[in-house]
Nanobody, 127 residues
Framework: QEHVVESGGGLVQAGGSLALSCAASGAAFDGYAMGWFRQAPGKEREGISCITSSGGRAWYIDSVKDRFTLSRDNAKKSLDLQMNSLKPEDAAMYYC????????????????????WGQGTQVTVSS
């Protein structure tokens, strides 16, 4: 079973960049799809990006496409989310998640009930 821990959140000005990382423990990291969800106050949690277990393919929600880049290093058991051109609406708690696959339906990541979650890292974007 994978245990994941996020890092890298913080405060950034609109238009700036921030990188989030997720470190995983467990022997089966390369058997999991990995990605990020976020949740802003008063809003539903939304999946924003998911990468396949091999790292060969990544999906992005439309609102972050062309601004965020997700990558993974299976040897290091790490996941990185590079966020550029940040907007105030990107401010949220960001959660790393490990799932068996990236199940994308209706433009949304349908994460499994038994997915693994981190504790979250806060991203604040000032306007």
């Amino acid at each position: 079973q994978e245990h994941v821990v996020e890092s890298g959140g913080g405060l950034v000005q609109a238009g700036g960049s921030l990188a989030l990382s997720c470190a995983a423990s467990g022997a089966a990291f390369d058997g999991y799809a990995m990605g990020w969800f976020r949740q802003a106050p008063g809003k539903e949690r939304e999946g924003i990006s998911c990468i396949t277990s091999s790292g060969g393919r990544a999906w992005y929600i439309d609102s972050v496409k062309d601004r965020f880049t997700l990558s993974r290093d299976n040897a290091k058991k790490s996941l990185d989310l590079q966020m550029n051109s940040l907007k105030p609406e990107d401010a949220a708690m960001y959660y790393c998640a490990a799932d068996r696959e990236c199940t994308i339906l209706g433009g949304q990541w349908r994460i499994a009930d038994n997915a693994r979650w981190g504790q979250g890292t806060q991203v604040t974007v000032s306007s």
